[in-house]
């Protein structure tokens, strides 16, 4: 099968195309036919080894397709059946790739390979971010970075949908004017703009009770001087590069504030958690609440060209490797 594997970390010219042997589902596990394949930012992580892996590595966590066979013990899938799955092992940006049959779900009528590809992923993290990790309530003011993005785009959808007034920044203005047509309220052009000083203009002074950044280094002074007191600094991503370290004293003089830095696993750690997570993500996509906006498709042999994208600030919405 065709495959997509690294050598080395590196820029995106280390995604080389590979002819494999198809992989063999072990027990526990079903082998995926990937129809669509999504892109995330965490794969840049892991092509360039800020998040390291053991090489030589596949790349790629999230994809949907058909069951092509299952493995010993499995009986949560049967052959031919849809499966998306958004977890380890890492490998998706392949034609086939076996993953554990407990952490996929089964997307319903309605729910086709592309729509899972660019939703599951990205959905569940919304999803935890907006109903768990801080339980967003109607009125609450909150900001959401990078909106026009893959997670924002779904994030600003879900808090109007919870009743949210949602203040989003953007790269340019075409992103800008893409995030209001989503919803949102109040759009901050970040790379010019006082975001600090923007959302305490917007909040009457007061800030916001919750900020979600995945930009890290660059908006993380912008992020901590725009909540409210005692409000969640939500840091969940790195896409300008990590954020600094800061004293805890810092907390207290940004208004008694807390910091949390969540990653996806530790809010969907049993097969109960993914279900549940999927199938409220499933619902507000099937209301029409949310939209999967993809944005743009590349062949999986594009891959360079996609991480180039992505990297670039070039990408709106979600991302899908076709194989
Ligand atoms: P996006 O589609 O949102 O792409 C990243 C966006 O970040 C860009 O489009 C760009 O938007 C913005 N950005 C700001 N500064 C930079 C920069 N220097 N270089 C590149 N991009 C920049 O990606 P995803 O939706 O896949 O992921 C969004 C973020 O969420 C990532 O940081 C990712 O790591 C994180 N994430 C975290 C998870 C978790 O569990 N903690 C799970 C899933 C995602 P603009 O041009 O508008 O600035």
Known sequence: MRAIQIDATGGP????????PAPEPKPGQILVRNQAIGLNFIDTYHRSGL???????GLGMEGAGVVEAVGEG????????LAAYASGPIGAYAELHAVNAERAVKPPAGIDASVAAGALLKGMTAEFL?????EVKPGDHILVHAAAGGVGSILVQWGKALG??????AGSQDKADRAKALGADHVILYRDADVAAEVRRITNRVGVPVAYDSVGAATFEGTLGSLA???LFVSFGNASGPPPAIAPARLMQAGSVFLTRPTMGDYLLTTDELDASAAALFAVIASGQVKIDIGQTFPLSEARKAHEAMEGRDTVGASLLIP
């Open 74 to 81: 499995v009986t949560r899938f049967s052959v031919g059946d």
């Open 13 to 20: 010219e280390v995604l080389k195309l590979v002819d494999i």
């Open 164 to 169: 949210a007034v949602v203040i989003a920044t």
């Open 130 to 134: 907006l109903r768990r990790c801080y």
């Open 229 to 231: 007191k005692r409000g």
């Open 51 to 57: 998040y390291p892996l053991k090489l030589p590595s």
